[in-house]
C-alpha cells in the first residue's frame, strides 16, 4: 500500500517524532511519503533516511494557501496514495481538502496529538482551524487520538464520535533504555556531585510547557537546602533566553539550572536522570518525553494534564497544573528517596512501556487501520 503523510512541518514535536518512529519501525510493509506544510526542521535528516522521500508546499507557519493545497492535490493525482494520513489539525484539514480536489478519493486518516482543554489558550489561527475541522471531521474515515483525554474532549466541541481509534504512542526500548554509563558521564559534564540528585525537563519553549513554574518549584525546594540539580533542554531553552535568565535569577538558583537547548543525544540525557518531569499547564495528550523517560528506566513527576496520569500511573507522581507550590513539594518529595526507592519506580516504569507501549505493537495497530481504510483487509 502507498500511504502519504500530510504534517505541519518536520520541527523536533510529539507528533513528529512518533511519524518517524513508524516509519522506521521494523518490519514496515507499505511505501510511504510524507509532505511537510512548512519547509525545515530538524527531523528532516532522520525522515529522509527512513526512505519516506519529503517534500514541503513552502508555507510558513500558519497559513493557508489555496494553491498550496492544488498542488498537494496534484501530487496525490501523481502518487495515487491509497490512505493519506493527516497529522494535527492543519495536517488533517489540509488531507482532507487535497484528497477531495484530487478526484480521487483516497482514504483520509485524521490523527489529533493534542488535548483541547481550553479554546481560549489556542492561538487564534488554530482555533479557526480547530472550529472548521469540527464539521469536516465526518469526512474521514477515521481519526486517531493518542490520548483518551483528547478525544473526549474533541467530541465535546462537536468531532465526530464515529470510527474513532485510541492509539498510545509507541517508544523503541532499545535506543531508550537504562544506561548507567550516563549518569557519571552527564554529571562529569555539568560539574556536578554523585550525590546531587539531577532533575530534567525536556521541552520546547512554550507558555504550555510552563518551565517557568518549574523554575518557581526549584526555588522552593533549594530554599528548604535540597541537593538538586536542574537540567532543562528544548528549543529555545538556552541562555540566550531572558525570560529563563530572570527566573533562575529572581529564584536565586544560578548554578543550580543548566540551559541545554535542543539536543540530539536524548536518549543519553533522560538515561542521566534520578527524575524526569513534565510539567506542561495544558495541550498534552500523550506525552513522548514520559514514556522515553519510562523506557530509560527513570521515574517520572507530571501534571495532571492529557493521559499523564494513566501512564504513569503506580511508577511515578502526578499533581495538579499551574501549581508551583504542589509541584515544589512532590519534587522534594521524590528528591528525599534513597537512591535505591528511586531505581526501583524507574524500573517498574521500563516494565510498563515493555509491557504496555513498545514502537512495534503500536505500528502494528496503524498497519491495521491502514489495510482497513485502504481496502487491503
Request: one cysteine or more; a neutral charge; charged letters at 20%.
Amino acid at each position: 500500500m502507498r500511504i502519504l503523510h500530510v504534517i505541519p512541518a518536520l520541527v523536533t514535536g510529539g507528533a513528529q517524532m512518533m511519524l518517524a518512529k513508524l516509519l522506521e519501525a521494523p518490519g514496515a510493509a507499505h511505501q510511504q511519503r510524507v509532505v511537510a506544510l512548512c519547509p525545515g526542521g530538524g527531523l528532516w535528516p532522520r525522515v529522509a533516511a527512513s526512505g519516506a522521500d519529503p517534500c514541503d508546499l513552502g508555507l510558513t507557519p500558519g497559513e493557508i494557501s489555496p494553491r498550496a493545497l492544488l498542488r498537494l492535490a496534484a501530487l496525490l493525482r501523481r502518487w495515487r496514495p491509497d490512505v493519506v494520513h493527516g497529522w494535527m489539525y492543519h495536517g488533517n484539514l489540509a488531507a482532507l481538502l487535497a484528497s477531495r480536489l484530487s478526484g480521487r478519493h483516497p482514504a483520509v486518516l485524521w490523527n489529533i496529538r493534542h488535548s483541547l482543554h481550553d479554546m481560549s489558550l489556542e492561538k487564534g489561527a488554530t482555533r479557526v482551524v480547530i472550529r472548521a475541522s469540527v464539521p469536516l471531521s465526518r469526512l474521514a474515515g477515521a481519526t486517531v487520538y493518542n490520548a483518551q483525554v483528547s478525544a473526549r474532549q474533541h467530541q465535546r466541541h462537536g468531532y465526530t464520535s464515529r470510527d474513532v481509534e485510541i492509539i498510545p504512542n509507541g517508544f523503541d526500548t532499545e535506543r531508550f533504555r537504562p544506561d548507567p554509563q550516563a549518569r557519571a558521564s552527564l554529571r562529569s559534564e555539568l560539574g556536578l556531585a554523585p550525590s546531587t540528585v539531577l532533575l530534567g525537563h525536556a521541552a520546547r519553549y512554550h507558555p504550555m510547557k510552563d518551565h517557568l513554574a518549574l523554575i518557581r518549584a526549584l526555588g522552593r525546594l533549594v530554599g528548604e537546602g535540597a541537593d538538586v540539580h536542574l537540567l532543562m533542554a528544548g528549543e529555545g531553552v538556552t541562555p540566550a533566553n531572558e525570560a529563563l535568565r530572570e527566573a533562575i535569577a529572581a529564584g536565586g538558583i544560578d548554578g543550580r539550572v543548566s540551559l541545554l537547548g535542543e539536543r540530539q543525544d536524548m536518549p543519553r540525557l533522560l538515561a542521566s536522570l534520578d527524575l524526569a518531569i513534565l510539567c506542561s499547564a495544558w495541550g498534552e495528550g500523550f506525552p513522548n518525553v514520559l514514556g522515553e523517560a519510562m523506557a530509560c528506566g527513570v521515574p517520572c513527576l507530571a501534571t495532571d494534564v492529557g493521559d499523564c496520569e494513566m501512564l504513569l500511573q503506580a511508577t511515578g507522581g502526578v499533581v495538579p497544573p499551574g501549581d508551583a507550590e504542589a509541584l515544589a513539594a512532590a519534587l522534594g518529595w521524590f528528591a528525599g528517596m534513597p537512591q535505591e526507592v528511586r531505581r526501583s519506580l524507574g524500573m517498574a516504569a521500563r516494565e510498563r512501556i515493555l509491557q504496555e507501549f513498545a514502537l512495534p505493537a503500536v505500528a502494528r495497530r496503524y498497519d491495521a487501520l491502514y489495510e482497513r481504510l485502504g481496502g487491503g483487509a
